[in-house]
């Protein structure tokens, strides 16, 4: 008999957009689960230093991640530590979540499962990853001490990580498909004044090669359509992310990257009772901070949902904002 838990509700991974929802749900007494298939933290524990983060100068990723655990259970956070199977959404509205732990029942559910990297999709990516193909510099960096390593990409992610890679490798080669980056001016230009780092423009990765490990890499030039040989210890790929938004078995909307697109006033998404932060949801910038508003707005507009649905008043974002509206806002 598999067991069944009834929830007000759901929290849908614990990175920092789930363990806020959880402090909000929390304080705010609303009874809320939060499953998580790994380890709470999300990216954070992707991440060495964070400088980005207000209240913390700089701070390591796993020990923010561990006060803001710390924070959300010292509110009664519920924790459930299994991967979530697949969410269904029943007639009466009632969502439920399929874990390998049981199954836990909500009327709402609060998305915060962040994602995965992207591949890179080339030759020798899948039979050379674990053997020079990374996609965590915090997790695989060390093992390159001494090595002259390639990084892929031309965002944050890549650029930070390329800096931080130098603290192991003697040379990192930043390889970038164009010449504009996305990555913040502040990043670039650390990594172009990096004595360690040095940064090709308009290459695109034909293949990673080696027998047993990574020994070199494949370059296209863009303009000139010219290959090139570049030989490297490891290959770091931080080419984007593809957010976990397939675990839902009823359409929910979403942009041409799978993010879901939400009210902005609430992170409802186009089906009642089915919010989204962080990371999974379309919008400009994901950062710590951004995926931390999300959820801060996610959770009271879900807690105020949660109550106006049990009044049996109609599921929708606009009845939701015109209610609080009315009200004045949804909290002091
Ligand atoms: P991103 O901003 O989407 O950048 C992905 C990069 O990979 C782009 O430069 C893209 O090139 C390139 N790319 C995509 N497919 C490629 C391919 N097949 N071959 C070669 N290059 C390819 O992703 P991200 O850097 O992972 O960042 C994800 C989000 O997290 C962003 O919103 C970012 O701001 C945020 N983030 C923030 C921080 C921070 O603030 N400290 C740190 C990490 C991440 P094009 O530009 O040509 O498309």
Known sequence: MIPVNEYDIAIIGA??????????????KIRAVVIEAKAPGGQLLNTELIEDYPGFKSILGGDLAAVMLAQAEQFGAEM??????????EDDGTKVIETDAGEY?????????G??????????EVELAGRGVSYCAVCDGAFFEGLELAVIGGGDAAVEEAIFLTR?????????RREQFRAQPILLEEA???????????KVIVSIDGDHKVTHLQLRDALSERTSRLDVGGVFIFVGFIPNTSLIDTHVDHDAGGYY??????????????????????????????????????????????????RGHQDTAL????EASADGGWVA
Do not use: C
Not at 105 to 112: D, N
Not at 192 to 202: D, F, G, M, S
């Open 192 to 202: 172009r004044n990096h004595p360690k780092i040095e940064i090709l423009v308009n």
């Open 168 to 176: 192991y490798a003697s040379k990192v080669t930043l390889v970038h």
């Open 80 to 89: 459930v530590y299994s991967p979530v199977n697949r969410i269904r959404v």
């Open 115 to 124: 994602g995965n990297p992207r591949k890179l999709d080339v030759p020798g």
């Open 105 to 113: 029942r909500a009327p709402a559910v609060i998305v915060t499962a």
């Open 261 to 310: 697109l939400t009210d902005p006033m609430t992170m409802m998404t186009n089906v009642p009772g089915i919010f989204a932060a962080g990371d999974v949801r379309a919008q400009l910038t994901r950062q710590i901070t951004t995926a931390v508003g999300d959820a801060t707005t996610a959770t009271l507009a879900a807690s105020k949902w949660v109550e106006e649905r049990a």
């Open 15 to 28: 990175g920092p957009a789930g363990l806020t929802a959880a402090l909000y749900a929390g304080r705010s």
């Open 319 to 322: 009845q939701v904002m015109a």
